[in-house]
C-alpha cells in the first residue's frame, strides 16, 4: 500500500535539523534510536537519509529486517528523543516508556509521536 502522497509531503516537511527516533526490528524484539542527522535527499522519490553507528543494535536490526520506521520529535517531546540514546526495552508494550505499536511494514511505530517515515 502507498504512502498518500499529501501525508508524506507534510511529515517530510516536518524534518528538520534536530532530534528524531528511529525504530526497526520485530514485535519481539525491536530496536530503536536517537537520530541527529538526517536530512531529506529526494523528492522524488521522497528519500531521507541519515546517520546510524553501525556498531548499534538498531543498524543490526535495520540491515537483518530492511524496514525501519523515522519518528519526527515534537518540540515539547525532547524527553522522547533523549529516552532513545542507549537503545530500546520493551516492556508491557511499551518501548522505554512510549507506546508502541507494529506498522504496516512491520517496524516499530511510536504512536506518540506527532509524525512518522
Known sequence: MAMDPAVRKKALR????GL??????????PAAGTI???????FSPPWVMMAIKADSGLYQAIVESRIFAVHIVGKSQKDMAMAFFKGAE????????????????????????????
Do not use: F, K
Open 14 to 17: 516536518m524534518l528538520t535539523y
Open 20 to 29: 528524531c527516533v528511529a525504530t526497526s526490528g520485530n514485535e519481539a524484539t
Open 36 to 42: 541527529n542527522w538526517i536530512s531529506q535527499s529526494s
Open 90 to 117: 520493551l516492556s508491557d508494550g511499551t518501548l522505554n516508556s512510549y507506546r508502541v505499536e507494529t506498522g504496516e511494514t512491520g517496524a516499530p511505530l511510536l504512536v506518540d509521536a506527532p509524525a512518522w517515515v
